[in-house]
C-alpha cells in the first residue's frame, strides 16, 4: 500500500487530499467521529480517546492495511483503510482475485454527509486504487442504506450481501471500466 500522500483529487466540493495517517495529530477528530452517533452505529468504535489512540497508532504497522485521513479543502473529514482485500479476513467469504484492493470509509463530520460527496470521494480514491489493483471492493453494513448507495453512485456494483462476524454486509465490487 502506498504510504505517501495519496490520491489527490479536483472535486465538485473542492480540493481532496488522501494524508497518511498521523496517530498525533488525528487522535482528537477520530474520537469525536466515532462517537458521532450515525458512526458509531456502524463502526461500533465509540471509544474511550485512549482506545482510538492506540488503535490509530497499531494501523501503520497491518501488513496488509493502509490508514488514511482525508482532506477536503484542507480541512480532515474523512478516514480511510485501504487494503488488500485477498490478504484481509474478507477474503474467507467472497471469491477473491489475486491484488484485490479493499476500502473502508468514514465520513466525519456530520456537515459531510448527505450531499453527495460520499460518492465523488470514493469514486477518486477507488480510481486511485485501480492504478494498480484489477478492482476495488467494500463491504458496508447492509443497513447503512446511505453508504450503499455511496458505492454504488462511485462505480461499485452490489454482488452477494454476505455475513461477516461483526455484520450482514453488502459485498460492493469495482472493477476497471466500472463495476
Known amino acids: 500500500m502506498p504510504t505517501r500522500i495519496g490520491c489527490r483529487a479536483r472535486l465538485p466540493a473542492g480540493e481532496f487530499a488522501l494524508h497518511p495517517l498521523d ?6 477528530a477520530l474520537h469525536a467521529w466515532h462517537h458521532d452517533p450515525e458512526v458509531a ?12 489512540s492506540r488503535y490509530l497508532r497499531q494501523q501503520p504497522d497491518s501488513t496488509h492495511s493502509t490508514p488514511y485521513v482525508g ?21 474467507e467469504h467472497y471469491r477473491t ?15 459531510y454527509r ?3 460527496i460520499g460518492a465523488d470521494l470514493l469514486r477518486a480514491v477507488s480510481g486511485w486504487q485501480l492504478e494498480t489493483a484489477d478492482r ?7 443497513r447503512n442504506e446511505r453508504s450503499v448507495r455511496a458505492f454504488e453512485r462511485a462505480g461499485f456494483r452490489r ?21
Open 159 to 179: 454482488g452477494a450481501d454476505i455475513d461477516l462476524p461483526d455484520k450482514r454486509a453488502a459485498l460492493m465490487i469495482r472493477g476497471r471500466g466500472g463495476a
Open 136 to 142: 476495488v471492493v467494500a463491504e458496508p453494513d447492509v
Open 41 to 52: 452505529r456502524f463502526w461500533e468504535m465509540a471509544w474511550t480517546r485512549d482506545a482510538i
Open 114 to 116: 448527505g450531499l453527495g
Open 23 to 28: 496517530p498525533q495529530r488525528d487522535t482528537d
Open 71 to 91: 482532506f477536503l479543502n484542507g480541512i480532515a473529514m474523512s478516514y480511510w483503510e485501504l487494503y488488500r482485500a485477498d490478504l484481509d479476513p474478507l477474503a
Open 97 to 111: 482475485r489475486d491484488g484485490d484492493a479493499g476500502v473502508h470509509l468514514l465520513l466525519g463530520p456530520a456537515g
